[in-house]
């Protein structure tokens, strides 16, 4: 917990609030709103709260069980508007991956709140005709891993 606690505060410490400037207006949004409207959230910047799953290497997407369709998002590509939040939320992984003796394949799930744009992106390794949605991140405003030890 007090890695959490750590990596919380490390969030906040480098958050564009931290700067002095303040951070654009959100659009709260779910993903279970985002797959049903997608021509509506295609290049918008919202926020979501949601289930987030990793194993470090292979995927790593946001998922709402309350979808009837078990929707998810991606995780998208770099983007210039990320800012340090999203460095310190990957670190945090690492080193979370690190303590637990894992740190090539490591699955990690928690609940976390994102802000990033909606994009979409064609092609998956098994499936390359397949167009999905997908968010950039541009901040984290906060999570919380869940420890399976």
Do not use: W
Request: with cysteine; net charge negative.
């Amino acid at each position: 917990m007090t890695l959490v606690a750590s990596l919380l505060f490390a969030l906040a410490a480098s958050g564009p609030s931290s700067q002095g400037v303040a951070a654009p207006a959100d659009t709260p949004a779910t993903i279970c709103d985002i797959q049903a409207n997608k021509s509506q959230y295609l290049g918008k910047v919202v926020t979501v709260t949601a289930h987030y799953s990793t194993d470090s290497s292979h995927y790593e997407y946001l998922k709402d069980a309350s979808c009837s369709n078990g929707a998810i998002l991606d995780i998208g590509f770099k983007v210039p508007e990320r800012d340090a939040s999203v460095e310190a939320f990957e670190e945090g992984q690492r080193n979370l991956c690190k303590e637990r003796g894992t740190p090539y394949l490591c699955i990690l799930e928690g609940t976390v709140t994102v802000r990033g744009e909606i994009a979409q992106t064609t092609g998956a390794h098994l499936q390359p005709d397949v167009t999905y949605l997908i968010i950039n991140l541009h901040s984290v405003r906060s999570f919380h891993f869940v420890d399976e030890r």
